[in-house]
């Protein structure tokens, strides 16, 4: 499915500071992770955009702010083969090279899918581990075990720096899964190279609407009751 498309004005930032364009090539989410406001936000239909309206779009963009520097908005930018093949075909072909970064799912994050991110560009790739602990892992609607995903992301911090993020606080955590999580980022330091790897963990703060938050709303804290 596509998105209707509407000329975006970029002059109202020139001379403001930014110095990254921000560009989306699809919207939307078809996984259900239970945890995730943007199947709220952008629904579970992947409307994807024309090559034609990204290229203007972004050379646009970049003559306006003056800058080479693209963020990918895409909920998951390797979702769709062909259109992620087609999307990086047209950065290369850009007369200006970018440096772009984008999101990705992990188990997405395959060789020549890495190979191809680098080669058109791209200089991060942010990815959601969300857990270590299996169980935890199947709460939060993903289909992969933790353990198994570690070669994709050593695969993809050869080719691509990569930031990896993680979460704490879900009500169905124990400790010991915490723990878990915590073995996983000391693995993946001893893995990975410093420069090549980030790692983030958020506190779960659920957004109304997320499966989470109409699963446990009657026993979560709120922050004005702390």
């Known amino acids: 499915a596509c998105y209707p498309e509407i000329e975006t004005q970029w002059n109202w930032c020139r001379y403001k500071g930014y110095g990254i364009l ?4 699809a919207r939307g989410c078809p996984y259900r992770c239970t945890h995730c406001s943007m199947r709220v936000i952008h629904g579970s239909t ?8 990204i ?5 646009k963009g970049l003559s306006e702010i003056q800058t080479n520097k693209v ?21 290369n072909n850009l007369e200006t090279q970018i440096d772009y970064t984008c999101f990705s799912r992990p188990e997405s994050l395959k060789l020549d899918i890495c190979k ?23 709460y939060l609607g993903r ?3 933790a353990n198994k995903i570690v070669p994709y992301l050593t695969n993809a911090s050869r080719h691509n720096k990569i930031t990896v993020s993680f979460m704490w606080g879900y009500p169905f955590e124990s400790l010991r899964a915490f ?3 915590l073995d996983l980022i000391r693995l993946l330091r001893d ?4 420069e090549n790897l980030g790692i983030r963990i958020f506190q779960l703060k659920p957004v109304v609407g997320t499966i989470i938050f109409e699963q446990f709303k009657s026993s979560l804290i709120r922050p004005e009751s702390v």
């Open 55 to 59: 290229e203007q779009d972004i050379v």
């Open 191 to 194: 893995e990975i190279p410093t």
């Open 116 to 138: 191809t991110l680098a080669e058109s560009g791209c200089s991060r790739v942010f990815t959601g581990i969300e857990a270590a602990d299996n169980e935890c892992l199947k």
């Open 179 to 181: 723990q878990k999580t």
């Open 71 to 91: 963020s990918i908005l895409d909920d998951t930018f390797t979702f769709n083969t062909e259109h992620f093949n087609q999307v990086t075909k047209l950065f």
């Open 22 to 25: 921000p560009i989306e090539t």
């Open 46 to 53: 992947v409307r994807f955009r024309g090559a034609s309206a």
């Open 143 to 145: 289909s992969y075990e």
